[in-house]
């Protein structure tokens, strides 16, 4: 409490910038030493913002626009023509995660709402919050999330401490049409969805290669692929304004060619297939290794022989070709476990294989969460392809784990790849 108390004195009435990452538009500069002497004489030192010489005239652009009466997608399709960076663009190091390709409308109105391209410093518009992964089983952990304060608990400082962007008139004038034009502009809202999707987070738009978004037309699952204007001016491709694909078209092949694999007819290939996967890198390292000491224990094997036909110490080279002996036990040790457990495993599979026979029919009567989550562990990737209208289907699981979360669909999930090519009926709507 006394280092937030301390902190918030600090930026109401000094306005020191206190850390982060700058706004677009600003950028970080050298404002003296530390004024703790401690941390001065550990070479710490304060910073400031000042503005940037490459954005800070977008920000300034965004606020005229947006006052003059243009919209949010107007304004980022114009910056986009013009090609001025982007946020996630001119910052790459900290929006990885991010395409960067263009503007979009979240990023201008972000802008149009932060109050430090006023001049004053605001802190305290965030928090850390630990939230429990069950609250049913507190040994699990919790994740730290950031959340939004409210707009009573921000920190304002109570001078301009640093260049202004644009002035204060003209953000309220912002902050008012924003308010105007539906909810309030602070107030962000979760987006959540009632409705099951099967292949939620695992469809991907073959032309712009994103990944498609759920949405329930007509009483039945689709995905869509909405290409906005300024993606498609700074990406230079030619895409639909939007791409449907219908959700049943799709798992009404995928679900038979899962079963396929496993048909009795292909049982010697996939089981090969999932005894080769099995070999992960850390056996195949072990066994390397070891088939390296086997090799160098016989060449010193042979080497001691020599020694001691040419009249070397018989108890000095006995006690030699015993060590060596020793380690080339081990080493055959570490290759025998090995394949041992390859033994075992290629008993488990053949027991299991054929049972998976049934595979789609009991995949058509499960939960839709469910077959979503085995098909994430499966490592199902699909991409569509709207003007061939097919479905390009990779199975690649990441990691291996040995319980499914639905026992009664599959016992455990198979490492391996896969992959095929799903023709769909017809052409939608």
């Known amino acids: 409490m006394r280092v937030r ?43 400031r913002l000042e503005p940037d010489p490459l954005t800070a005239s977008n920000v300034t652009r965004i606020f005229e626009e947006f006052v003059r009466g243009q919209g949010l997608y107007l304004i980022a399709e ?88 644009i002035d204060a008139e003209t953000f309220e004038k912002a902050q008012a049409l924003l308010s105007a034009k539906g909810r309030p502009a602070t107030q962000r809202k979760p987006r959540r969805t009632p409705r099951p999707y099967v292949l939620r987070h695992l469809i991907h738009c073959g032309v712009c290669e994103r990944r498609m978004e759920g949405t329930w037309n007509n009483d039945r699952a689709n995905y869509r692929c909405k290409f906005p204007v300024e993606y498609a001016l700074a990406n230079k491709i030619e895409h639909p304004r939007t791409v449907y694909v219908r959700e049943d078209h799709i798992v009404a092949e995928l679900d ?79 290759l025998r476990a090995i394949n041992r457990k390859r033994e075992i495993t290629e008993k488990e599979l053949k027991e299991m294989v054929p049972a998976m026979a049934e595979f789609p029919k009991i995949l058509r009567k499960a939960d839709p969460v469910d077959r979503n989550d085995l098909y994430k562990q499966m490592g199902l990737h699909l991409v569509y392809d709207p003007s061939k209208r097919v479905v390009t289907v990779e ?29 769909l009926p017809g052409r939608e709507g």
């Open 256 to 334: 038979p060619w899962l079963g396929r694999i496993f048909a009795p007819a292909a049982l010697r290939e996939t089981v090969q297939a999932l005894l080769d996967a099995q070999s992960n890198e850390m056996d195949l390292i072990v066994i390397e290794a070891a088939r390296k000491a086997i090799a160098d224990c016989d060449q010193r094997m042979t080497r001691y022989r020599a020694t001691l036909d040419a009249g070397g110490d018989p108890q000095e080279v006995g006690r030699w070709m015993a060590e060596t002996r020793a380690e080339r036990m081990q080493a055959e040790g570490r």
């Open 78 to 165: 114009g910056l986009t023509r013009d090609g001025m960076p982007c946020p996630s663009a001119y910052d790459r190091a900290r929006n990885r995660h991010r395409s960067g390709i263009a503007w979009s409308k979240s990023a201008v109105r972000a802008i149009l709402l932060n109050a430090r391209y006023t001049g004053r410093q605001v802190w305290n518009k965030q928090r850390k919050q630990e939230e429990l992964l069950d609250v049913n089983d507190v040994t699990q952990g919790h994740v730290t999330k950031l959340k939004w304060n409210s707009e009573e608990q921000w920190v304002w400082s109570e001078a301009i401490v640093h260049e202004p962007l």
């Open 5 to 47: 108390t301390t902190m918030e004195a600090q930026a109401k009435i000094e306005g020191r910038f206190l850390g982060g990452r700058p706004p677009y538009g600003y950028r970080l500069a050298d404002a003296g030493p530390h004024p703790n002497p401690s941390k001065a004489a550990d070479g710490k030192r304060l910073h």
């Open 395 to 423: 199975a690649r699981p990441s990691v291996y784990q040995s319980a499914c979360p639905r026992p009664d669909i599959l016992d455990t999930y198979m490492p391996f790849s896969a992959s095929t090519t799903l023709v």
